[in-house]
């Protein structure tokens, strides 16, 4: 599904990412943990193909496709999507606007019947409930005003109706409470087919006692020090980031 | 180039009753003693007129023949069906019965000056240039040397009209550059409640008018005015406006005002807070692209205590185009307890686009609530690459937040019927201009 070979990328000249490899195979679930500033969301804007984000080396395919090439909607027609960490408030614009046009690319793209606003509305208002959002959220503007839990929702919320063959959830878990967590990870686990696949991006190992994870990476200095499986998150959590320090020179 | 201050003193006015020839003669002087405005003008600093004396639009308006059909296509693309409005059209100046559809209403009267009777002439002479001072604003003292005939409206004490006015002022090109004048006097007497639209629009045609339009609105204790000024002109049309409100005790003014491009678009909006209590709502958006100019001069007088105004005008200026804001607030020392709030926030889809904004505050009486802002923005990258990485095409992406950027004060409109009419004309506007900015590069 997606293959990154030795990727570079710099952010203000800076360089972040450090030469990343990973393969990531259908139906897959992989986290990434490692502390911050590690390149965790730089990552993701890579991926995702945000301006300034500049790939100094490196490839990557995804569903056979040179990624690198395309632009950032193009990406998302593709079939990828980015959860963002922090979601963007865009005060105007309704989340129902934002929604459906971005329904109506995705659907025609794929050469799928355009649906109408009814339908829509109806679609709108099961998914709300699916991540436990009020539908009065798709009235107001794009993120306007919302809690940060109430942005992941969005967030969650988005990635239901566009159906990526692959989403990378940035952060999607943190600043909620239990319960909050509890609705977002049922939401994505009813997101497994078999053969969608997740990078789930996080800081706690919390997540993934509702998620369980096929692999587990640690990246640090903008290159995965430790790669391994579920019990990887667990040694971290007893452990800290501490003991892989040395490791990621 | 040709004196246009002369040009102007030439043009006398045709079959107009006597008793408006007072005005005209003082309109006449006035416009005389005044000398077209320079850059050190303050009040047209970033606005030329050089348009208007290059033009020469020395034409006079023709009547149209109303029963054409591109006139009819043209009306009914203005025509606002939701709105149910009482719909008066004129076309290049000229009143047009075949394209109007004025049911008349009991409680409003609308009449030409040249057809009132005695009452309303005396109603008309009380009134007329009371709210625009044509010592201060020359385009009024234009107006009033020009002055042949204009519309009454007059509601009745503690008269309810629930039926709008749409009023609608279309021009199309005549073989000469020509000049217009509009004038619109609104007389609201005690306790009465009605809402006008002024609606300008033309033809796709290249224009070559020059109108000059002045409008009072006189409101007496307690009334409610909603009123609209559109101008949804197409590119070469010139307009200088002004719209002069006098608010009497615990009136309400709501105005709301919207200007796509021009050449030469420059609005004067004036009120004044004459009785205690008095509230307005003054909102605006402004849209110029291409190589338009755009100009909102507001000017709130705050002359008596009590009295509110929130003020929001927006702008999203593409291309190469020019907006100028100025925002003035003059609260008088008799003037306490004024509330008053001005916000004005201006989005620049190019990098060559230009906009100077400036909030002005005088205030002389110490017990006030005033706030004031303005901002100038780029288009948000981050919130570019949000809507993209939804698989949304970046153009499609620019239009949303270029609409959004206006869509609360469309959105907030009291006739949401206005606002469901005017959402497409304006994300069609965007959607065109992207185009068109594709297509050049
Ligand atoms: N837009 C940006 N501008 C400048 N530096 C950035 C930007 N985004 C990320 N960085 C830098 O890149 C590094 C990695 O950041 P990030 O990817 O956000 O880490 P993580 O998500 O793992 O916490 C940090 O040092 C951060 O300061
Ligand atoms: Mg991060």
């Given at each position: 599904m997606l293959s990154i070979k030795n990727l570079h990328a710099t952010v203000e000249g800076e360089e972040i990412l450090r030469g990343i490899n990973l393969e990531i195979g259908p139906g897959e679930v992989h986290a990434i943990m490692g502390p911050n500033g590690s390149g965790k969301s730089t990552l993701g804007h890579v991926l995702t193909g945000r301006e300034g984000y500049e790939v100094t080396a490196g490839e990557v395919t995804f569903m056979g496709q040179d990624l690198l090439a395309l632009a950032p909607e193009e990406r998302a027609l593709a079939g990828l999507l980015l959860a963002f960490q922090y979601p963007v408030e865009i005060p105007g614009v309704s989340n129902m606007e934002f929604l459906k046009t971005a329904v109506d690319g995705i659907r025609k793209y794929r050469k799928l019947e355009a649906l109408d606003s009814v339908s829509f509305m109806k679609l709108a208002r099961e998914v709300c409930k699916r991540v436990d959002l009020d539908q009065n959220f798709l009235k107001r503007g794009v993120n306007e005003g919302f809690s940060g839990g109430e942005k992941k929702r969005n967030e969650l919320m988005q990635m239901m109706l566009l159906e990526p063959h692959l989403a990378i959830l940035d952060e999607?878990?943190?600043?909620?409470d239990i319960d909050a967590l509890q609705v977002v990870a049922a939401g994505i686990n009813s997101m497994r087919d078999g053969k969608r696949s997740f990078v789930m991006i996080t800081h706690y190992q919390r997540l993934l006692n509702f998620i369980e994870p096929d692999h587990v990476h640690v990246l640090g200095g903008g290159r995965i020090v430790r790669s391994g499986d579920k019990s990887l998150a667990l040694e971290l959590e007893d452990k800290g980031y501490g003991w892989l320090e040395s490791e990621a020179v | 180039m040709s004196n246009f201050i002369d040009e102007a003193l030439q043009r006398l006015p045709t079959e107009?009753?006597?008793?408006l020839s007072e005005q005209r003669r003082r309109g006449r002087s006035s416009w005389k003693s005044s000398t077209m405005p320079t850059r050190k003008t303050e009040d047209w600093k970033?606005?030329?007129?050089?348009v208007l004396e290059e033009g020469a639009y020395l034409g006079r308006a023709e009547r149209q023949d109303s029963s054409s059909p591109a006139l009819t296509a043209l009306r009914d693309q203005v025509k606002i069906p939701e709105l149910d409005a009482r719909m008066l059209v004129f076309v290049n100046g000229f009143y047009s019965p075949e394209l109007s559809s004025p049911t008349a209403m009991d409680a409003m009267e609308v009449v030409h000056f040249s057809e009132a009777d005695e009452t309303q002439v005396e109603t008309i002479r009380a009134h007329l240039g009371t709210a625009a001072d044509r010592d201060k604003y020359m385009f009024t003292a234009l107006s009033d040397s020009w002055l042949d005939d204009g519309v009454f409206v007059h509601v009745t004490q503690n008269s309810k009209v629930t039926t709008p006015l749409h009023i609608v002022w279309l021009t199309v090109p005549q073989r000469e550059a020509f000049s217009l004048s509009q004038r619109l006097l609104v007389v609201m007497d005690a306790g009465s409640e009605a809402t006008v639209v002024e609606h300008f629009a033309s033809d796709g045609a290249q224009q070559n008018c020059f109108t000059n339009g002045v409008t009072e609105l006189v409101l007496g204790a307690n009334a409610r005015l909603c009123h609209y000024r559109l101008h949804l002109e197409e590119e070469h049309a010139l307009h200088i406006g002004g719209v002069h409100a006098r608010l009497d005790r615990d009136a309400r003014l709501n105005s709301f005002h919207l200007g796509l491009g021009s050449t030469l678009k420059r609005l004067d909006v004036v009120v004044r807070h004459?009785?205690?209590g008095a509230h307005c709502d003054l909102n605006g958006i402004y849209l110029p692209r291409h190589s338009q100019h755009i100009d909102y001069h507001t000017c709130i007088e705050h002359a008596r205590p009590h009295c509110t105004t929130n003020e929001v005008f927006r702008g999203v200026i593409s291309d190469n185009a020019r907006a100028v804001f100025n925002g003035r607030i003059h609260i008088h020392p008799d003037a306490q307890k004024t509330v008053a709030q001005l916000s004005n926030k201006n989005l620049l889809t190019s990098n060559r686009a230009e906009v100077d904004t400036k909030p002005e505050l005088e205030i002389y009486a110490d017990d006030v609530k005033c706030t004031h802002g303005a901002t100038v923005a780029q288009l948000d990258d981050y919130a570019l690459y949000y809507l993209c990485s939804r698989g949304i095409a970046r153009e499609h992406a620019q239009v949303m937040l270029s609409t959004g950027f206006i869509n609360e004060l469309i959105n907030n409109l009291q006739h949401s019927t206005l606002g469901e009419y005017l959402k497409p004309v304006l994300s069609d506007m965007f959607v065109q201009q992207v185009t068109q900015r594709e297509r050049a590069e």
């Open positions: 999607t878990d943190s600043g909620l | 107009t009753p006597d008793w970033y606005t030329r007129l050089r004459e009785g205690n």
